[in-house]
């Protein structure tokens, strides 16, 4: 069975700070993998996507940067946090061609 | 401009009864319909889909209505359960979508009440 790990679950962070978050994905070889933001009570916004290794697309500008050093990795990081960046991220992935996206248990971030 | 929208925003109905929830699109594209229920704290899970070919999909005591024309779809949550309080949130994808990418709407939080 495939499950999906986010690390930490929550962060306090202060503005200006860096952050790394992470995701690994284990019992699923190359799946295509995703990063999500939250706001506090609202939708789901895709951030980042990635198909392969070493390659990750930008879905929406928000100072943020992602990469994939593994297969089954998946990071979300930035050098300066914004206020703005508060909220809850989420990391996801989707087998191939399929079309469920499976999301892990989110990462709470405070930017204070 | 959002694509996806839901209603009502939030919902309270008691034990036993039937919650229905409200969810309608714009791009004509979209071909894929999942629901994802979420709990506080947690990540959103799917909860049942459906394609735009079917106009009805089932799944124990929940159901989706499918409205090709109107471009409107509905989630019919019957026998309600304080257990099932939660966001529930409509999604869309289609083939001009970037690839895996859902377009979220702002979720109905659904209070049950037993």
Known sequence: ?112 | QQQVRQSPQSLTVWEGETAILNCSYEDSTFNYFPWYQQFPGEGPALLISIRSVSDKKEDGRFTIFFNKREKKLSLHITDSQPGDSATYFCAASGRTQVVGQLTFGRGTRLQVYA
């Open chain 1, 1 to 112: 069975a495939q499950t999906i790990h986010q690390w930490p679950v929550a962060e306090i962070k202060a503005v200006g700070s860096p952050l790394s978050l992470g995701c690994t994905i284990k019992g699923k070889s190359s799946p295509n993998l995703y990063w999500y933001w939250q706001a506090t009570g609202g939708t789901l916004q895709q951030l980042f996507y990635s198909i392969t290794v070493g390659q990750v697309e930008s879905v929406v500008q928000l100072n943020l940067s992602a990469s994939r050093p593994k297969d089954d990795q998946f990071i979300l990081s930035t050098e300066k946090l914004l206020l703005s960046h508060s909220g809850f991220y989420l990391c996801a992935w989707r087998g191939g061609s399929a079309e469920t996206l499976y999301f892990g248990s989110g990462t709470r971030l405070t930017v204070l």
